[in-house]
């Protein structure tokens, strides 16, 4: 599988902001949905936001709306996620994912995964 690669994790003061940037390979760009879900310690991975594979569509679960955003970049085959407002309860990892089959909100509707990076938001 092409690889996915995160980038922009780290350390957060709550209300603050952070940038994810999840590079994908030309072709997965251009033809999956690429979703980001995130796991925090103890519990399961969850469905955070998506972008359809033209880009023209955005999900979001309703814990993170308003406050992140989903954005792409289609020169250089990333996408990212926009943390804004953080707050504490936003710590996980958070991954990105390429869509294969099946809804959007679903990790077992992706078939391939980044290695993750740590969110950590202090208050």
């Known amino acids: 599988q092409e690889q996915l690669l995160e980038s922009g994790g780290g350390l957060a003061q709550a209300g603050e902001s952070l940038r994810l940037s999840c590079t994908a390979s030309?072709?997965?760009?251009?033809?999956?949905?690429l979703g980001w879900f995130r796991q925090a310690p103890g519990k399961e991975r969850e469905f955070v936001a998506a972008?359809?594979?033209?880009?023209?569509?955005?999900y979001y679960a309703d814990s993170v709306k308003g406050r992140f955003t989903i954005s792409r970049d289609s020169a250089k085959n990333t996408v990212y996620l926009h943390l804004n407002y953080l707050k504490p309860d936003d710590t996980a990892v958070y991954y990105c994912?390429?869509?294969?089959?099946?809804?959007?909100?679903?990790?077992?509707?992706?078939?391939?995964w980044g290695q993750g990076t740590q969110v950590t938001v202090y208050s």
């Open positions: 994912a390429a869509h294969y089959f099946g809804s959007l909100n679903y990790a077992c509707a992706y078939n391939n």
């Open positions: 972008m359809g594979w033209s880009g023209t569509s955005t």
């Open positions: 030309e072709r997965t760009f251009n033809n999956n949905a």
